[in-house]
């Protein structure tokens, strides 16, 4: 079974500053996707960024890259130039891919990390 | 598109009594998910549907948990009878078919209070 750790319960970062939020994952399987979720207060779940295993190139969606390191097991989230606006919890997420048929379309998610952005 | 309806959004009850949440998906969208968060656990997958079928149920915590989906644009969850342990956010997400950057749209959840 897959597992997905995020070490940082709660994290703080000045207005303007860059933050990085750790993930990592445990799984045998060696093609699968990787997703950072935002929960803002509004509970509404966000999807911010997704990589793919078998890319090299790291995702970024404008202010928002990771740092896939596949071999370590590790995806994590850097945040730049913090806004206000991202405050909110942030989830590591984790899903197989599947080839043909149903397949599991499961995410596994991350207990999370609350980010505060102060300004 | 309006994005992923839940009702209600918030849900106050008492222990032993009969709770339903809705969900009404993406149009579209073949698959239907169920998560369920709290503190202790985090988000976990309870039951997704293909096509309106219950493909793995295996994350329901037990038989006091139903659900169903009647047709395609609606999806309940029942709790019969309810528990403090049950207090949660539920959420319902819906996502396309077998296209690999699949997403999971999220709904806004419900936040289940069993007094």
């Known amino acids: 079974a897959q597992t997905v750790t995020q070490s940082q319960p709660e994290m703080s970062v000045q207005e303007a500053e860059t933050v990085t939020l750790s993930c990592t994952y445990d799984?045998?399987?060696?093609?699968?996707?990787l997703f950072w979720y935002k929960q803002p207060p509004s509970r509404q779940m966000i999807l911010v960024i997704r990589?793919?295993?078998?890319?090299?190139q790291n995702a970024t969606e404008n202010r928002f890259s990771v740092n896939f390191q596949k071999a370590a097991k590790s995806f994590s989230l850097k945040i730049s130039d913090s806004q206000l606006g991202d405050t909110a919890m942030y989830f590591c997420?984790?899903?197989?891919?599947?080839?043909?048929?149903?397949?599991?379309?499961?995410?596994?998610f991350g207990k999370g990390t609350k980010l505060s952005v102060i300004p | 598109d309006a994005g992923v309806i839940q009702s209600p959004r918030h849900e106050v009850t008492e222990m032993g009594q009969e709770v339903t949440l809705r969900c009404k998906p993406i149009?579209?969208?073949?698959?239907l998910f169920w998560y369920r968060q709290t503190m202790m656990r985090g988000l976990e997958l309870l039951i997704y549907?293909?096509?309106?079928?219950?493909?793995?149920d295996s994350g329901m915590p037990e038989d006091r948990f139903s659900a169903k989906m009647p047709n395609a644009s609606f999806s309940t969850l029942k709790i019969q009878p309810s528990e403090p342990r049950d207090s949660a956010v539920y959420f319902c997400?819906?996502?396309?078919?077998?296209?690999?950057?699949?997403?999971?749209?999220f709904g806004p959840g419900t936040r289940l209070t069993v007094t």
């Open positions: 997400a819906s996502s396309s078919g077998l296209a690999p950057s699949y997403e999971q749209y």
């Open positions: 799984t045998s399987e060696n093609n699968y996707y």
């Open positions: 549907f293909n096509n309106n079928v219950p493909i793995d």
């Open positions: 997420a984790f899903r197989e891919r599947a080839y043909s048929g149903a397949g599991s379309y499961q995410l596994t």
């Open positions: 149009s579209g969208h073949d698959y």
């Open positions: 990589q793919e295993a078998y890319k090299q």
